[in-house]
Protein backbone atom coordinates (compact mmCIF):
# COMPACT_ATOMS: atom_id res chain seq x y z
CA UNK A 1 0.00 0.00 0.00
CA UNK A 2 0.72 3.47 -0.64
CA UNK A 3 2.09 5.18 2.63
CA UNK A 4 4.05 8.74 3.25
CA UNK A 5 6.29 9.45 6.61
CA UNK A 6 7.77 12.48 7.58
CA UNK A 7 8.82 13.86 11.09
CA UNK A 8 5.72 16.07 12.79
CA UNK A 9 7.96 18.84 13.95
CA UNK A 10 10.84 20.90 13.15
CA UNK A 11 12.62 24.36 14.43
CA UNK A 12 15.13 26.02 13.39
CA UNK A 13 16.81 29.97 13.43
CA UNK A 14 16.02 32.48 11.32
CA UNK A 15 18.42 32.11 8.73
CA UNK A 16 19.59 28.87 8.83
CA UNK A 17 19.06 26.55 6.55
CA UNK A 18 15.99 23.68 7.07
CA UNK A 19 15.60 20.27 5.70
CA UNK A 20 12.27 18.85 5.74
CA UNK A 21 12.27 14.45 5.12
CA UNK A 22 10.42 12.44 3.74
CA UNK A 23 9.85 8.74 2.76
CA UNK A 24 7.13 7.16 1.12
CA UNK A 25 7.16 3.13 0.16
CA UNK A 26 5.57 3.51 -3.37
CA UNK A 27 7.82 3.15 -6.24
CA UNK A 28 5.48 3.25 -8.57
CA UNK A 29 4.68 6.98 -7.75
CA UNK A 30 5.70 9.22 -10.96
CA UNK A 31 5.73 12.53 -9.39
CA UNK A 32 6.69 14.12 -5.77
CA UNK A 33 5.45 17.27 -4.46
CA UNK A 34 6.09 19.60 -1.75
CA UNK A 35 3.02 21.63 -0.23
CA UNK A 36 3.08 24.34 2.20
CA UNK A 37 -0.16 25.20 4.37
CA UNK A 38 -0.30 28.50 6.54
CA UNK A 39 -2.51 29.05 9.27
CA UNK A 40 -5.99 29.21 7.73
CA UNK A 41 -5.43 28.82 3.81
CA UNK A 42 -5.19 26.08 1.65
CA UNK A 43 -2.32 23.88 0.44
CA UNK A 44 0.49 25.95 -1.85
CA UNK A 45 2.58 23.45 -4.10
CA UNK A 46 5.92 24.58 -3.76
CA UNK A 47 7.53 22.59 -6.14
CA UNK A 48 8.06 19.17 -7.41
CA UNK A 49 10.12 17.14 -8.94
CA UNK A 50 10.00 14.12 -11.37
CA UNK A 51 10.83 10.59 -10.15
CA UNK A 52 13.44 9.98 -12.78
CA UNK A 53 15.05 13.13 -11.13
CA UNK A 54 17.32 13.50 -8.75
CA UNK A 55 17.79 17.05 -7.70
CA UNK A 56 15.68 20.11 -8.34
CA UNK A 57 16.39 23.64 -7.55
CA UNK A 58 14.52 27.01 -7.39
CA UNK A 59 15.10 29.64 -5.81
CA UNK A 60 15.82 28.98 -1.87
CA UNK A 61 13.97 25.49 -2.45
CA UNK A 62 16.50 22.20 -3.48
CA UNK A 63 14.31 18.78 -3.77
CA UNK A 64 16.36 15.74 -3.43
CA UNK A 65 15.28 12.49 -4.24
CA UNK A 66 17.32 9.16 -3.91
CA UNK A 67 15.03 6.44 -5.81
CA UNK A 68 16.41 3.49 -3.67
CA UNK A 69 16.03 4.87 -0.37
CA UNK A 70 12.46 6.05 -1.17
CA UNK A 71 14.21 9.38 0.71
CA UNK A 72 12.53 13.05 -0.31
CA UNK A 73 13.81 16.22 1.25
CA UNK A 74 13.01 19.99 1.21
CA UNK A 75 15.78 22.33 2.07
CA UNK A 76 14.74 25.53 2.45
CA UNK A 77 18.12 28.14 2.82
CA UNK A 78 18.29 31.59 5.04
CA UNK A 79 14.89 30.06 6.32
CA UNK A 80 12.60 33.42 7.30
CA UNK A 81 9.90 33.49 10.17
CA UNK A 82 7.33 33.59 7.10
CA UNK A 83 8.85 30.38 6.16
CA UNK A 84 6.73 29.46 9.10
CA UNK A 85 4.44 26.91 8.03
CA UNK A 86 3.25 22.84 7.64
CA UNK A 87 4.98 21.59 4.69
CA UNK A 88 3.58 18.43 3.12
CA UNK A 89 5.09 15.40 1.45
CA UNK A 90 3.09 13.71 -1.52
CA UNK A 91 3.14 11.25 -3.72
CA UNK A 92 1.44 11.12 -7.17
CA UNK A 93 -0.18 8.27 -9.06
CA UNK A 94 -1.21 8.08 -12.68
CA UNK A 95 -5.53 7.62 -12.25
CA UNK A 96 -6.28 7.17 -15.54
CA UNK A 97 -7.48 9.93 -18.11
CA UNK A 98 -4.08 11.36 -17.25
CA UNK A 99 -4.43 12.61 -14.06
CA UNK A 100 -3.26 11.97 -10.72
CA UNK A 101 -3.89 10.98 -7.76
CA UNK A 102 -2.00 12.25 -4.23
CA UNK A 103 -0.99 10.48 -1.18
CA UNK A 104 -0.02 13.10 1.70
CA UNK A 105 2.21 12.59 4.86
CA UNK A 106 0.84 13.66 7.88
CA UNK A 107 2.70 17.21 7.27
CA UNK A 108 5.96 18.72 9.19
CA UNK A 109 4.97 22.01 11.34
CA UNK A 110 8.55 24.24 10.69
CA UNK A 111 9.03 26.64 13.48
CA UNK A 112 11.10 29.29 12.39
CA UNK A 113 12.45 31.51 15.67
CA UNK A 114 13.69 34.77 14.81
CA UNK B 1 -7.55 34.54 -11.87
CA UNK B 2 -9.93 33.59 -9.03
CA UNK B 3 -8.26 30.45 -7.38
CA UNK B 4 -10.55 27.20 -6.17
CA UNK B 5 -13.51 28.12 -3.94
CA UNK B 6 -14.97 26.43 -0.95
CA UNK B 7 -17.90 27.18 1.12
CA UNK B 8 -19.01 27.18 3.34
CA UNK B 9 -15.95 28.30 5.46
CA UNK B 10 -16.53 26.58 8.48
CA UNK B 11 -19.95 23.93 8.96
CA UNK B 12 -21.13 22.78 12.55
CA UNK B 13 -23.70 19.75 12.59
CA UNK B 14 -24.61 17.12 15.02
CA UNK B 15 -24.40 13.25 14.60
CA UNK B 16 -26.87 11.80 12.58
CA UNK B 17 -27.15 15.03 10.57
CA UNK B 18 -25.87 15.65 6.96
CA UNK B 19 -23.32 17.67 5.72
CA UNK B 20 -22.66 19.51 1.91
CA UNK B 21 -19.91 21.25 1.05
CA UNK B 22 -19.37 23.15 -2.10
CA UNK B 23 -16.22 23.69 -4.70
CA UNK B 24 -15.71 25.86 -7.79
CA UNK B 25 -12.73 25.06 -9.62
CA UNK B 26 -10.40 27.18 -11.28
CA UNK B 27 -11.88 28.67 -14.47
CA UNK B 28 -11.07 25.80 -17.44
CA UNK B 29 -10.29 22.94 -15.31
CA UNK B 30 -12.18 20.28 -15.39
CA UNK B 31 -10.85 17.69 -12.53
CA UNK B 32 -12.05 17.86 -9.14
CA UNK B 33 -10.60 16.42 -5.98
CA UNK B 34 -11.64 16.37 -2.26
CA UNK B 35 -9.50 15.18 0.52
CA UNK B 36 -10.27 14.95 4.41
CA UNK B 37 -7.83 16.59 6.66
CA UNK B 38 -8.37 15.05 10.30
CA UNK B 39 -6.58 15.88 13.40
CA UNK B 40 -3.36 13.32 13.69
CA UNK B 41 -4.16 11.46 9.90
CA UNK B 42 -2.83 13.92 7.35
CA UNK B 43 -4.33 14.06 4.60
CA UNK B 44 -6.38 11.69 2.86
CA UNK B 45 -8.03 10.86 -0.63
CA UNK B 46 -11.76 10.85 -0.65
CA UNK B 47 -13.18 11.46 -4.24
CA UNK B 48 -12.03 12.71 -7.92
CA UNK B 49 -14.65 14.12 -10.27
CA UNK B 50 -13.79 14.72 -14.02
CA UNK B 51 -16.16 15.39 -16.83
CA UNK B 52 -19.27 14.67 -14.19
CA UNK B 53 -18.42 11.39 -13.38
CA UNK B 54 -16.69 9.93 -10.15
CA UNK B 55 -13.28 8.32 -11.70
CA UNK B 56 -12.02 7.26 -8.31
CA UNK B 57 -12.37 7.11 -4.56
CA UNK B 58 -10.57 6.76 -1.75
CA UNK B 59 -10.94 4.32 1.15
CA UNK B 60 -14.10 6.01 2.43
CA UNK B 61 -17.76 4.42 2.83
CA UNK B 62 -20.45 5.20 1.05
CA UNK B 63 -21.85 7.81 2.87
CA UNK B 64 -19.62 9.87 1.86
CA UNK B 65 -20.43 11.10 -1.55
CA UNK B 66 -20.80 13.83 -3.89
CA UNK B 67 -21.43 15.16 -7.97
CA UNK B 68 -20.04 17.02 -10.22
CA UNK B 69 -21.76 19.79 -12.36
CA UNK B 70 -21.49 20.91 -15.84
CA UNK B 71 -19.73 24.01 -15.07
CA UNK B 72 -17.28 21.46 -13.31
CA UNK B 73 -18.25 22.65 -9.73
CA UNK B 74 -18.51 20.07 -7.34
CA UNK B 75 -20.37 19.29 -3.75
CA UNK B 76 -19.08 16.87 -1.49
CA UNK B 77 -21.92 15.11 1.13
CA UNK B 78 -21.53 13.09 4.04
CA UNK B 79 -24.41 11.89 5.23
CA UNK B 80 -24.76 10.05 8.87
CA UNK B 81 -22.33 12.45 10.17
CA UNK B 82 -20.43 10.65 12.53
CA UNK B 83 -17.84 12.84 15.43
CA UNK B 84 -14.66 11.40 13.78
CA UNK B 85 -15.63 13.27 10.51
CA UNK B 86 -14.80 16.14 12.19
CA UNK B 87 -12.00 17.73 9.88
CA UNK B 88 -11.03 20.11 7.44
CA UNK B 89 -11.88 19.36 3.77
CA UNK B 90 -10.32 20.64 0.90
CA UNK B 91 -10.65 20.43 -2.46
CA UNK B 92 -8.23 20.67 -5.08
CA UNK B 93 -8.85 21.26 -8.93
CA UNK B 94 -6.42 20.13 -12.27
CA UNK B 95 -6.34 20.36 -15.90
CA UNK B 96 -7.58 17.55 -17.75
CA UNK B 97 -3.90 15.46 -18.28
CA UNK B 98 -2.22 17.61 -15.81
CA UNK B 99 -0.62 16.82 -12.96
CA UNK B 100 -0.46 19.88 -10.79
CA UNK B 101 -3.32 20.47 -8.29
CA UNK B 102 -4.39 23.59 -6.82
CA UNK B 103 -5.90 23.70 -3.58
CA UNK B 104 -8.86 25.33 -1.93
CA UNK B 105 -8.67 27.33 1.70
CA UNK B 106 -11.17 24.27 2.75
CA UNK B 107 -14.20 23.55 4.80
CA UNK B 108 -13.73 22.76 8.44
CA UNK B 109 -16.33 20.78 9.48
CA UNK B 110 -17.16 20.26 13.49
CA UNK B 111 -19.74 17.24 14.50
CA UNK B 112 -20.86 17.74 17.54
Known amino acids: GEDVEQSLFLSVREGDSSVINCTYTDSSSTYLYWYKQEPGAGLQLLTYIFSNMDMKQDQRLTVLLNKKDKHLSLRIADTQTGDSAIYFC??????????????FGKGTKLSVIP | EAGVTQSPTHLIKTRGQQATLRCSPISGHTSVYWYQQALGLGLQFLLWYDEGEERNRGNFPPRFSGRQFPNYSSELNVNALELEDSALYLC???????????FGPGTRLTVL
Open chain 1, 90 to 103: AEGFPSGAGSYQLT
Open chain 2, 92 to 102: ASSWDRDNEQF
